[in-house]
T-cell receptor, first 114, second 114 residues
Framework: GNSVTQMEGPVTLSEEAFLTINCTYT??????LFWYVQYPGEGLQLLLK?????DKGSNKGFEATYRKETTSFHLEKGSVQVSDSAVYFC?????????????FGIGTKLQVIP | DSGVTQTPKHLITATGQRVTLRCSPRSGDLSVYWYQQSLDQGLQFLIQ???????AKGNILERFSAQQFPDLHSELNLSSLELGDSALYFCASSLGSGVQETQYFGPGTRLLVL
């Protein structure tokens, strides 16, 4: 079956540091890939997505490129802010019986300190 | 605000009891998903409905059931509650059920079983 593996946290960075959160996946079809973010006390919300190989998703300074050859979708940001402190989930969307099935990674907690 | 509403926000109950969680999807969305988030299990997919019909089942216990009504709101019923059922329960919705669909999450219901 499909699976998503992302680095375990927590990740602690100083403000303005470079961020990378690794995500790799296994899938049998042609999945779409997502990064969702969960701020404290809130539900998940879409951060960015990519729907085919070599696509780059970007939003709020975050980027991730769909790499089919390495089955990866690593999340990067050049300069993190305290407000980026949250839990980040990598997710894979594929078809199961004709309907969307989303598989989430375990989530990586990011803490940015001033 | 994702447009997905969940009630109640918090629920405290005793072991052996039964509770009902309610979800209203975004206007126009036909798919509803239920997830359980706990510290030790991460984000677990429970069940999906599309336009009133069950479409996919994940790690949903037999003590749990759900349904989607003609007005597209959904309810998740949890019975014979155990301490281990304490968790955050999220509802998400999407327009359809395609691979590229973004899921929009509600704020969650925090269930505490004492």
């Amino acid at each position: 079956g499909n699976s998503v593996t992302q680095m375990e946290g927590p990740v602690t960075l100083s403000e303005e540091a470079f961020l990378t959160i690794n995500c790799t996946y296994t899938a049998t079809g042609y999945p779409s890939l997502f990064w969702y973010v969960q701020y404290p006390g809130e539900g998940l919300q879409l951060l960015l997505k990519a729907t085919k190989a070599d696509d780059k998703g970007s939003n709020k300074g975050f980027e991730a490129t769909y790499r089919k050859e390495t089955t990866s979708f690593h999340l990067e940001k050049g300069s993190v802010q305290v407000s980026d402190s949250a839990v980040y989930f990598c997710a894979l969307s594929d078809l199961l019986g004709g309907y969307q099935k989303v598989t989430f990674g375990i989530g990586t907690k990011l803490q940015v300190i001033p | 605000d994702s447009g997905v509403t969940q009630t109640p926000k918090h629920l405290i109950t005793a072991t052996g009891q039964r509770v009902t969680l309610r979800c209203s999807p975004r206007s126009g969305d036909l798919s509803v998903y239920w997830y359980q988030q706990s510290l030790d299990q991460g984000l677990q997919f429970l069940i999906q409905y599309y336009n009133g019909e069950e479409r996919a089942k994940g790690n949903i216990l037999e003590r749990f059931s759900a349904q989607q009504f003609p007005d597209l709101h959904s309810e998740l019923n949890l019975s014979s509650l155990e301490l281990g059922d304490s968790a955050l329960y999220f509802c998400a919705s999407s327009l359809g059920s395609g691979v590229q669909e973004t899921q929009y999450f509600g704020p969650g219901t925090r269930l505490l079983v004492l």
